[in-house]
């Protein structure tokens, strides 16, 4: 039959130092308390596990305070993707806008092309010469000129 302490130092061996728990272990008798016999392997062992939690405990703390640094890291890099973000969208705006007055530039000057090229051609027809009206003469020879259209 094993002994008590014998089952928790095997439990110690098998999941390592640094994941043990101290309440695993009985609590030490009066004689090794008076520092009789094994008291000095005793106090070896708690003595190692507490190193073994000391450890953990600062690599947690390095992990953390690395943690912390990246996300620091992330935050500002965040922020200034949103800033660039915010002044692209801006400048979008901006380049919508000329782009669509050089669009309505360009659509009033063909519209004012082809106005004035129709009035040319209505010149050159005749159709501002005011000869076209009927003038109650019965309508035979009048020299007047007609519309391309007209009747």
Known sequence: MTRPGKAVDNRVSLLGAGASNSSLLP???VAEAQGSGGGDDRMRVVQEQVDGVKSVMQQNVNQMVNNMDKTQHLETTTQELADTAKSFHKTAVKARRHFWLQNLKFKAA???ALLI???IILAASGAFNGGGGDDGDGGGGGGGRRLLFGA
């Open 27 to 29: 609590a030490p008798s």
């Open 110 to 112: 063909v519209g004012g």
């Open 117 to 119: 090229g129709l009035i």
